[in-house]
T-cell receptor
Framework: AQKITQTQPGMFVQEKEAVTLDCTYD???????LFWYKQPSSGEMIFLIY??????QNATEGRYSLNFQKARKSANLVISASQLGDSAMYFC?????????????????FGKGTKLSVKP | GAGVSQSPSNKVTEKGKDVELRCDPI?????LYWYRQSLGQGLEFLIY????????KSGLPSDRFSAERTGGSVSTLTIQRTQQEDSAVYLC??????????????FGEGSRLTVL
């Protein structure tokens, strides 16, 4: 079974609008971390945002926010006020078995990604 | 350098040859990862090193693939008897794994391998 599922291979959004990229995950661990990365056409991997399973508040970083619904095992990325430069592949990833109060050992498992295209 | 450094950036080889890909992580990062990304696809986990612990090799696709990390720093990924399906971008990443840190991965620019 896939650990990380991103069901949207491609998405289009109009410039200045908000967009939600879906991510669901599968784990039996109580302690885990969820990450989102952006990969522009240049190929570099850019870290966007992190959510720990014990974090009570949804993570936010500038125009990025993570809609974390633990019971549904979903960690959707919301990008507000889309810009042309947001056009890229977006990957959701999970690390299992993190310690409750920090600690961050273990590998990251990535989803297959969503290609976001922002239209002018 | 300040970031993760990988070499070579591009490698073209003939089927059946061995190749070595090198990764120099960010200084002080104790964890090092190798991933493979085929064209237009996601990242496939290969291997993970954490300090002096035994590496997690669960993602290596066959015994033709091996990796080592010397002195807790530089890592080499070796692919023996390359096959055309090995063609991909091989990404290396490192992270700082301390209490309180999120442990996000910092990626290199990748080594693009083409097997003819």
């Amino acid at each position: 079974a896939q650990k990380i599922t991103q069901t949207q291979p491609g998405m289009f959004v109009q410039e200045k609008e908000a967009v939600t990229l879906d991510c669901t995950y599968d784990t039996s661990d109580q302690s885990y971390g969820l990450f989102w990365y952006k990969q522009p056409s240049s190929g570099e991997m850019i870290f966007l945002i992190y959510q720990g399973s014990y974090d009570e508040q949804n993570a936010t970083e500038g125009r990025y926010s993570l809609n974390f619904q633990k019971a549904r095992k979903s960690a959707n990325l919301v990008i507000s006020a889309s810009q042309l430069g947001d056009s890229a592949m977006y990957f959701c990833a999970m690390r299992e078995g993190i310690f409750r109060y920090g600690g961050s050992q273990g590998n990251l498992i990535f989803g297959k990604g969503t290609k976001l295209s922002v239209k002018p | 350098g300040a970031g993760v450094s990988q070499s070579p950036s591009n490698k073209v080889t003939e089927k059946g040859k061995d190749v070595e890909l090198r990764c120099d992580p960010i200084s002080g990062h104790t964890a090092l990862y190798w991933y493979r990304q085929s064209l237009g696809q996601g990242l496939e986990f290969l291997i993970y090193f954490q300090g002096n612990s035994a590496p997690d090799k669960s993602g290596l696709p066959s015994d033709r693939f091996s990796a080592e990390r010397t002195g807790g720093s530089v890592s080499t990924l070796t692919i023996q008897r390359t096959q055309q399906e090995d063609s991909a971008v091989y990404l290396c990443a490192s992270s700082l794994q301390l209490a309180g840190a999120t442990g996000e991965l910092f990626f290199g620019e990748g080594s693009r391998l083409t097997v003819l």
